[in-house]
């Protein structure tokens, strides 16, 4: 689970901004909201960040995802810029580093990993970890004339220097060591641990258009889904669907295509290629209506069922297993009164998942029954056009009381985060 995170000269973000999860001492809806480690660390499950749209809500999540992928997906050649823009509305932040940093557990040890890079090199890498006395597993500086990676570990890590040098060969000066240790046959528990983490337990970036159907249809043909499990939460959603069906359809005109015109050899299509057949999977939803049942084709259903299908899928991941979802914009195609059901059910149900999302859904804001003010988060800009973030368990008492409406603060302006709006008329007249 993550118990902070933070960004730096990264898109929108000029300073350095935190994304918190450690729980406050209040005790509103705690069996609901917070886990708790061994260690007593009170972690909260879930995070909603609101704010005008271009306030860098989606930046957040973009700056987590651009993480993960700096770990799992290192760069193959060292002359390959890394994707992002830094803060670009000041004449020193192009020039300056930008700085990831992340805390979370694993198996209950608590990890601090922090990143600083630029468009063409991670400069400086550091890893450490809670076990239970601080200690330092590895820093990573990078050597900018020569192109090359240093790599010290800690006193309480025991690395072969053999196995040392070849992972600061494999590490390119565009790569993070742990994605170099994934591209090195050796085996350091420590990064090996780090390296699961960001690969089983945190997940890709939702986006409104992400083809969840997809994801959770290969989910449950390798087994991590069940089903059963889908239709069960589609039926506690009110969307009268009693099964889903899905079978293989062959498409034989596609492997022309994949080996004549688009892929010589397609290493990712072998299967198809060795069976000689192309197939997609066939989708469909079944529904009783007065003791008879019919199929609709995914696709025939409305934008909300097919969005929340895909939803049913997080939800079951997130209820069974460990998983951190990021979503942009969570409400896109739902219905409030389904917004709040995905939310609560996700909080009553799972133990040690966590869900980040940003949303447009003020709602939820006039229902104490549903949030905690330190799980409610708010993206403004300055005037410097820079990100800033702030919770709204920020606020003191002169503020935000007990029994204020939170709407009604939020949407006068006493919080932040709303855009700022002209008058309605608009004189599009050519002017002499």
């Not at 609101?50 to 860098?56: D, H, I, L, P, Q």
């Amino acid at each position: 689970m993550i118990l902070n995170f933070s960004v730096q000269n990264f898109g929108p973000v000029k300073e350095k901004q935190i994304l918190s999860f450690e729980a406050d001492s209040s005790d509103h809806l705690e069996d609901q909201y917070v886990i708790t480690t061994k260690g007593g660390h009170r972690i909260l499950k879930l995070g909603l960040i609101y704010g005008a749209n271009a306030s860098g809500k989606t930046t957040i999540l973009r700056a987590l995802d651009f993480l993960r992928d700096l770990v799992l997906e290192p760069e193959e050649k060292k002359t390959a810029q890394l994707k992002f823009s830094p803060f670009l509305f000041d004449p020193e932040t192009p020039r300056n580093p930008s700085i990831l940093s992340i805390e979370f557990f694993q198996e209950e040890i608590k990890y601090s990993y922090v990143v600083e890079f630029n468009k063409n090199a991670v400069l400086t890498e550091e890893l450490t970890y809670f076990n239970p006395n601080k200690a330092n597993i590895f820093r990573r500086t990078t050597d900018v004339d020569n192109q090359f990676t240093e790599i010290k570990f800690g006193s309480k890590i025991s690395v072969d220097k053999v196995y040392k040098k070849t992972l600061e060969s494999n590490t390119l000066w565009n790569n993070t060591v742990i994605g170099g240790y994934l591209k090195t046959n050796i085996q350091v528990d420590e990064l090996r641990n780090v390296a699961d983490w960001f690969e089983n337990h945190l997940k890709r970036m939702v986006l409104t258009n992400t083809q969840l159907d997809t994801y959770v249809i290969n989910k449950i043909d390798s087994d991590e889904l069940d089903k059963n499990d889908i239709s069960r939460i589609l039926r506690k959603a009110d969307f009268n669907i009693s099964d889903i069906k899905i079978d293989q359809n062959e498409r034989p005109e596609f492997m022309e295509l994949l080996q004549n015109r688009v892929y010589k050899n397609p290493d990712d299509f072998k299967e198809w290629v060795k069976s000689g057949k192309v197939s997609f999977p066939k989708l469909e939803f079944e529904h009783t209506v007065d003791g008879s049942k019919y199929f609709l084709p995914f696709l025939s259903e409305s934008q909300g069922t097919q969005r929340y299908f895909g939803f049913a899928g997080l939800l079951a991941l997130m209820i069974k297993g460990s998983v951190i979802f990021p979503i942009d914009e969570l409400e896109t195609s739902l219905h409030p009164d389904l917004y709040s059901h995905f939310i609560l059910s996700f909080l009553m149900n799972s133990k040690s998942s966590q869900l980040i999302a940003t949303t447009h859904n003020r709602e939820i804001l006039d229902n104490k029954d549903i949030y905690r003010n330190d799980a409610i988060w708010f993206t403004d800009k300055n005037k410097n056009s820079a990100t800033e973030l702030y919770s709204l368990g920020d606020f003191d008492s002169s503020v935000i009381r007990n029994t204020s409406n939170v709407y009604n603060a939020y949407k006068i302006g006493k919080l932040g985060g709303v855009p700022h709006i002209g008058d309605f008329y608009i004189d599009l007249t050519d002017e002499e």
